[in-house]
């Protein structure tokens, strides 16, 4: 019997990818066995994120990083780094930031539910652009100057959300930021794959980038990366640690925290209610290590697999087409495809509704359910899954 079993709680079988929602990835052995170990023996928390730093340094291109508990718990320590610098005082104030740097500016195409964390620590945020998706007369997202024109001396750090379609390129938004002196941010939370993302947004200068330790690197689910500007991650170590020290004792490693850099020793910070143990943190570094091991085409072949089991078992059910999607990118998550004649799109939800209802429930995904169009996605796929999803799919349709 397993751990869900005698507690009573059902496991799914998850189609629908490393969503928080349905748990996150799937670890690999391990990954569980390095968070066992972890977990026997005590540790100073600063000098274990301090090797954080390394490795992430290492994987990333950055000059340091940090291992919080997901990657929207790294956008609010991320803006709180951005909004406080060092000083120490404002670090206590927040999320009162009357009189601080107190703005962040976003696209308004990228506003999205998790900038919260951003605002979670007091700042505003300043929109520019008008994606105009109403009227009909053409699209153009912010520009750059849209960007130039809203920083002000109040002006924290600009967000960016990073997409393969986001416009304006972040390089553009960089380059006005910087010419400002502002900071920019990168959520990256679900950019990989492709692996090469991992360097990407550092190599294009930005000052803080976030990744999910929970979805394609396979780490655990409240985990996540933050890498950038040493300063930064300063900054953010502080307000995220538990500060309950006394000065005299205290010697964090230097590259992680300069304590000479201080005036005074911050008290606990606005990051300290997400905070990462040392089970995520060794757990989150050695999946980030068995994910560049692997490599992209490895992933991608191990992943189209099961794609294909799906796929080439549904291929023929009667009034639809099957496909796999991203077959041909490895830099891309490979997908099975079900898509419901135009017409008859409300058998796709009717699909997904019964899939739900099946032992185990089977989640699909539905983000496109309203076209007609029922994704599934391998990548928290367990061995024997993708079989059932054939099994379970044919008896829904009556085939
Ligand atoms: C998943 C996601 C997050 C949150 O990541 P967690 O690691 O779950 O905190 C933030 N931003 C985007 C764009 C995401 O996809």
């Not at 929602?21 to 391990?30: C, D, H, K, T, V």
């Not at 998790?114 to 300043?126: C, E, S």
């Not at 999946?287 to 549904?314: K, M, Q």
């Amino acid at each position: 019997m397993t751990i869900y079993a005698r507690r009573g709680v059902p496991t799914v079988i998850n189609a629908a990818g490393t969503l928080t929602r349905l748990s996150g990835a799937i670890m690999r052995p391990e990954v569980t066995a390095a968070m066992a170990e972890a977990a026997s023996a005590p540790v100073d928390m600063a000098v274990l994120q301090a090797h954080a730093s390394d490795v992430i340094a290492a994987a990333t291109g950055a000059e340091a990083g940090y291992v919080t508990s997901g990657a929207a718990a790294g956008l609010l320590v991320a803006t709180a780094a951005c909004v406080t610098g060092l000083d120490a005082s404002a670090m206590a104030r927040l999320p009162d930031v009357a009189g601080l740097k107190n703005e962040v500016i976003v696209a308004r195409s990228q506003r999205n539910g998790y900038d919260h964390a951003v605002r979670t620590t007091g700042v505003r945020l300043v929109e520019v652009g008008l994606p105009d998706r109403a009227s009909g007369a053409g699209v153009r997202d912010a520009e750059p100057w849209e960007y130039a024109t809203a920083i002000g001396d109040r002006t924290a750090a600009i967000f960016y959300v990073a997409d393969r379609d986001a416009r304006p390129p972040l390089r553009d938004v960089v380059t006005v930021a910087h010419a400002a002196g502002v900071p920019v941010i990168v959520d990256a939370a679900a950019e990989l794959p492709p692996q090469a993302n991992l360097t990407r947004f550092i190599a294009e200068d930005a000052d803080l980038v976030v990744f999910s330790g929970g979805k394609a690197i396979g780490g655990p689910q409240a985990s996540g990366i933050l890498c950038g500007r040493r300063d930064l991650i300063m900054a953010a170590a502080l307000q995220h640690l538990d500060m309950d020290v006394m000065a005299e004792f205290w010697a964090p490693p230097a590259r992680l925290i300069d304590k000479d850099r201080l005036v005074g020793l911050p008290r606990q910070g606005i990051g300290r209610p997400c905070k990462a143990g040392k089970e995520e943190i060794v757990g989150l570094l050695t999946a980030l290590e068995l994910f560049i091991a692997e490599g992209d085409a490895a992933r991608h072949a191990r992943w189209l697999a099961e794609a294909r089991i799906i796929a080439d078992g549904l291929a023929g059910a009667p009034d639809t087409k099957v496909d796999v999607v991203g077959h041909d990118d490895i830099g891309a998550v490979p997908k099975a495809m079900l898509r419901f004649p135009r017409g008859h799109e409300a058998r796709g939800a009717e699909l997904i509704r019964a899939l739900l209802g099946h032992e185990p429930a089977i989640h699909a995904d539905a983000s496109d359910h309203a076209c007609g169009l029922v994704t599934f996605n391998p990548m928290c796929l367990r061995p024997g899954d993708a079989e059932t999803v054939v099994r379970a799919v044919a008896a829904a349709l009556g085939t």
